[in-house]
Protein backbone atom coordinates (compact mmCIF):
# COMPACT_ATOMS: atom_id res chain seq x y z
CA UNK A 1 0.00 0.00 0.00
CA UNK A 2 0.56 3.36 -0.22
CA UNK A 3 1.14 4.56 3.63
CA UNK A 4 1.96 2.45 7.25
CA UNK A 5 -1.56 0.10 8.14
CA UNK A 6 -2.59 -0.03 11.20
CA UNK A 7 -5.22 -2.41 12.65
CA UNK A 8 -7.72 -2.67 14.17
CA UNK A 9 -8.24 0.81 13.98
CA UNK A 10 -10.17 0.42 17.26
CA UNK A 11 -10.22 -2.20 20.07
CA UNK A 12 -11.99 -2.63 23.46
CA UNK A 13 -10.63 -5.22 26.00
CA UNK A 14 -11.58 -6.10 29.16
CA UNK A 15 -8.82 -5.64 31.59
CA UNK A 16 -6.71 -9.11 31.92
CA UNK A 17 -7.34 -9.67 28.42
CA UNK A 18 -4.73 -10.05 25.97
CA UNK A 19 -4.33 -8.02 22.59
CA UNK A 20 -2.48 -7.91 19.20
CA UNK A 21 -2.07 -4.70 17.17
CA UNK A 22 -0.70 -4.95 13.66
CA UNK A 23 1.05 -2.42 11.46
CA UNK A 24 1.83 -3.19 7.80
CA UNK A 25 4.68 -0.67 7.05
CA UNK A 26 5.04 0.78 3.87
CA UNK A 27 6.99 -1.95 1.53
CA UNK A 28 11.00 -1.81 1.41
CA UNK A 29 11.03 0.17 4.39
CA UNK A 30 14.02 -0.99 6.78
CA UNK A 31 13.21 -0.03 10.14
CA UNK A 32 9.87 -0.09 11.99
CA UNK A 33 8.71 1.87 15.35
CA UNK A 34 5.83 1.39 17.75
CA UNK A 35 4.78 4.64 19.99
CA UNK A 36 2.49 4.90 22.47
CA UNK A 37 0.38 8.08 23.06
CA UNK A 38 -1.76 8.66 26.05
CA UNK A 39 -4.60 10.88 25.94
CA UNK A 40 -3.45 14.70 26.06
CA UNK A 41 0.26 13.35 25.55
CA UNK A 42 2.59 13.16 23.12
CA UNK A 43 4.20 10.11 21.31
CA UNK A 44 6.60 8.01 23.43
CA UNK A 45 8.78 5.85 22.29
CA UNK A 46 8.09 1.76 22.67
CA UNK A 47 10.52 -0.25 20.37
CA UNK A 48 12.39 -0.20 17.17
CA UNK A 49 13.06 -2.59 14.27
CA UNK A 50 15.91 -2.98 11.74
CA UNK A 51 14.29 -5.32 9.32
CA UNK A 52 13.67 -8.74 11.92
CA UNK A 53 16.20 -7.76 14.64
CA UNK A 54 14.71 -5.60 17.40
CA UNK A 55 17.41 -2.97 18.29
CA UNK A 56 15.88 -1.49 21.10
CA UNK A 57 13.06 -2.30 23.41
CA UNK A 58 13.90 -0.09 26.02
CA UNK A 59 10.62 1.95 25.67
CA UNK A 60 8.27 -0.88 26.85
CA UNK A 61 6.79 -0.49 29.90
CA UNK A 62 6.78 -3.60 31.15
CA UNK A 63 7.36 -7.39 30.60
CA UNK A 64 3.73 -7.86 29.11
CA UNK A 65 4.75 -6.08 26.44
CA UNK A 66 6.08 -7.51 23.49
CA UNK A 67 6.53 -7.03 19.77
CA UNK A 68 7.69 -8.88 16.83
CA UNK A 69 8.28 -8.75 13.56
CA UNK A 70 9.74 -12.05 12.24
CA UNK A 71 10.24 -11.43 8.55
CA UNK A 72 11.56 -7.96 8.30
CA UNK A 73 8.09 -6.85 7.09
CA UNK A 74 4.73 -6.74 9.11
CA UNK A 75 5.52 -6.30 12.93
CA UNK A 76 3.14 -7.16 15.81
CA UNK A 77 2.88 -5.02 18.94
CA UNK A 78 1.20 -7.92 21.70
CA UNK A 79 0.03 -6.54 25.16
CA UNK A 80 -0.60 -9.46 27.93
CA UNK A 81 -3.24 -9.24 30.64
CA UNK A 82 -4.36 -6.00 29.93
CA UNK A 83 -4.77 -2.97 32.46
CA UNK A 84 -6.42 0.64 32.22
CA UNK A 85 -3.15 2.40 32.17
CA UNK A 86 -2.81 0.75 28.62
CA UNK A 87 -5.36 2.27 27.42
CA UNK A 88 -3.83 4.89 24.65
CA UNK A 89 -3.10 5.26 21.16
CA UNK A 90 -0.38 3.03 19.72
CA UNK A 91 1.35 4.24 16.44
CA UNK A 92 3.20 2.47 14.23
CA UNK A 93 5.54 4.02 12.01
CA UNK A 94 8.32 3.27 9.29
CA UNK A 95 11.49 4.75 7.61
CA UNK A 96 13.05 3.49 4.47
CA UNK A 97 16.93 3.72 6.14
CA UNK A 98 18.53 2.59 8.76
CA UNK A 99 17.82 5.47 10.58
CA UNK A 100 14.55 7.87 11.70
CA UNK A 101 14.45 10.11 9.04
CA UNK A 102 11.74 10.02 6.32
CA UNK A 103 9.15 8.37 8.66
CA UNK A 104 5.90 7.60 7.79
CA UNK A 105 3.18 6.97 10.61
CA UNK A 106 -0.09 4.63 10.20
CA UNK A 107 -3.23 6.72 11.95
CA UNK A 108 -2.57 4.37 15.15
CA UNK A 109 -4.97 1.82 17.07
CA UNK A 110 -6.99 3.50 19.47
CA UNK A 111 -6.89 0.85 22.93
CA UNK A 112 -9.25 0.95 25.06
CA UNK A 113 -9.22 -1.31 28.31
CA UNK A 114 -12.52 -1.44 30.73
CA UNK B 1 19.45 12.04 26.84
CA UNK B 2 17.98 15.01 24.18
CA UNK B 3 14.51 16.70 25.22
CA UNK B 4 12.12 19.38 24.24
CA UNK B 5 9.78 21.72 25.69
CA UNK B 6 6.62 23.03 23.94
CA UNK B 7 5.66 26.33 25.42
CA UNK B 8 2.08 26.59 25.15
CA UNK B 9 -0.14 23.73 25.32
CA UNK B 10 -2.80 25.55 23.53
CA UNK B 11 -2.64 28.17 20.79
CA UNK B 12 -6.14 30.44 19.94
CA UNK B 13 -5.86 32.53 16.56
CA UNK B 14 -8.42 34.41 14.23
CA UNK B 15 -8.26 33.26 10.60
CA UNK B 16 -6.10 35.64 8.89
CA UNK B 17 -3.92 36.60 11.77
CA UNK B 18 -0.49 35.33 12.43
CA UNK B 19 0.91 31.89 14.59
CA UNK B 20 3.64 31.40 16.64
CA UNK B 21 4.23 27.81 18.26
CA UNK B 22 7.27 27.93 20.72
CA UNK B 23 10.07 25.45 21.02
CA UNK B 24 12.87 24.74 22.94
CA UNK B 25 15.26 21.49 23.35
CA UNK B 26 18.15 20.18 25.32
CA UNK B 27 20.65 18.66 23.42
CA UNK B 28 24.64 18.62 23.95
CA UNK B 29 25.18 18.36 20.40
CA UNK B 30 23.62 19.83 16.64
CA UNK B 31 20.19 18.36 16.86
CA UNK B 32 17.72 16.91 13.61
CA UNK B 33 14.36 18.61 14.79
CA UNK B 34 11.30 18.39 12.99
CA UNK B 35 7.41 19.28 13.44
CA UNK B 36 4.87 16.77 13.10
CA UNK B 37 0.75 18.16 12.89
CA UNK B 38 -1.72 15.70 13.96
CA UNK B 39 -5.32 16.34 12.92
CA UNK B 40 -8.57 14.50 14.92
CA UNK B 41 -8.48 11.09 14.32
CA UNK B 42 -5.88 11.24 11.64
CA UNK B 43 -2.15 10.06 11.38
CA UNK B 44 0.86 12.09 12.41
CA UNK B 45 2.60 14.46 9.54
CA UNK B 46 5.67 15.98 9.31
CA UNK B 47 5.67 19.18 8.74
CA UNK B 48 9.30 20.05 8.47
CA UNK B 49 12.46 19.28 9.53
CA UNK B 50 15.74 20.99 10.48
CA UNK B 51 19.09 18.56 9.83
CA UNK B 52 21.72 20.86 10.05
CA UNK B 53 21.43 22.95 6.51
CA UNK B 54 19.72 26.15 6.30
CA UNK B 55 18.65 27.55 9.56
CA UNK B 56 15.49 28.35 8.47
CA UNK B 57 13.43 25.80 7.31
CA UNK B 58 9.88 26.41 4.83
CA UNK B 59 7.79 23.67 5.25
CA UNK B 60 4.61 22.64 3.60
CA UNK B 61 1.16 24.54 4.05
CA UNK B 62 3.02 28.02 4.25
CA UNK B 63 4.83 26.91 7.57
CA UNK B 64 8.68 27.86 8.35
CA UNK B 65 10.82 27.47 11.16
CA UNK B 66 13.76 28.77 12.27
CA UNK B 67 16.29 27.10 14.68
CA UNK B 68 18.42 29.12 16.56
CA UNK B 69 21.17 27.83 18.44
CA UNK B 70 22.00 30.52 21.04
CA UNK B 71 18.26 30.32 22.16
CA UNK B 72 17.97 26.41 21.84
CA UNK B 73 14.72 27.08 20.28
CA UNK B 74 12.69 25.87 16.96
CA UNK B 75 9.71 28.13 16.85
CA UNK B 76 6.81 27.28 14.03
CA UNK B 77 5.19 30.11 12.27
CA UNK B 78 2.80 31.00 9.88
CA UNK B 79 2.24 34.80 8.28
CA UNK B 80 -1.67 33.79 8.31
CA UNK B 81 -3.65 31.19 9.95
CA UNK B 82 -6.49 29.12 8.01
CA UNK B 83 -9.41 27.22 9.68
CA UNK B 84 -7.94 24.17 8.07
CA UNK B 85 -4.76 24.89 10.29
CA UNK B 86 -6.57 24.05 13.66
CA UNK B 87 -5.21 20.90 14.84
CA UNK B 88 -2.56 19.43 17.38
CA UNK B 89 1.51 20.71 16.73
CA UNK B 90 4.44 18.86 18.13
CA UNK B 91 7.88 19.64 18.26
CA UNK B 92 10.32 16.72 17.85
CA UNK B 93 14.02 15.83 18.33
CA UNK B 94 15.89 12.74 17.02
CA UNK B 95 17.78 10.86 19.66
CA UNK B 96 21.38 9.29 18.43
CA UNK B 97 21.40 6.27 18.50
CA UNK B 98 19.91 2.90 17.05
CA UNK B 99 17.04 4.17 14.55
CA UNK B 100 17.75 7.42 15.45
CA UNK B 101 14.35 7.67 17.45
CA UNK B 102 11.79 10.57 17.90
CA UNK B 103 11.43 12.16 21.06
CA UNK B 104 8.21 14.03 21.14
CA UNK B 105 7.26 17.56 23.08
CA UNK B 106 4.20 17.09 24.95
CA UNK B 107 1.96 19.30 22.07
CA UNK B 108 0.44 22.70 21.18
CA UNK B 109 -3.61 22.65 20.61
CA UNK B 110 -3.96 25.34 17.48
CA UNK B 111 -7.52 27.00 17.84
CA UNK B 112 -8.32 28.95 14.70
CA UNK B 113 -11.44 31.45 15.42
CA UNK B 114 -13.70 33.40 12.73
Known amino acids: GAGVSQSPRYKVAKRGQDVALRCDPI?????LFWYQQALGQGPEFLTY????????KSGLPSDRFFAERPEGSVSTLKIQRTQQEDSAVYLC????????????FGSGTRLTVV | AQSVTQLDSHVSVSEGTPVLLRCNYS??????LFWYVQHPNKGLQLLLK??????LVKGINGFEAEFKKSETSFHLTKPSAHMSDAAEYFC????????????FGAGTILRVKS
Open chain 1, 93 to 104: ASSPGQGGYGYT
Open chain 1, 27 to 31: SGHVS
Open chain 1, 49 to 56: FQNEAQLD
Open chain 2, 27 to 32: SSYSPS
Open chain 2, 50 to 55: YTSAAT
Open chain 2, 92 to 103: VVSETGRGNKLV
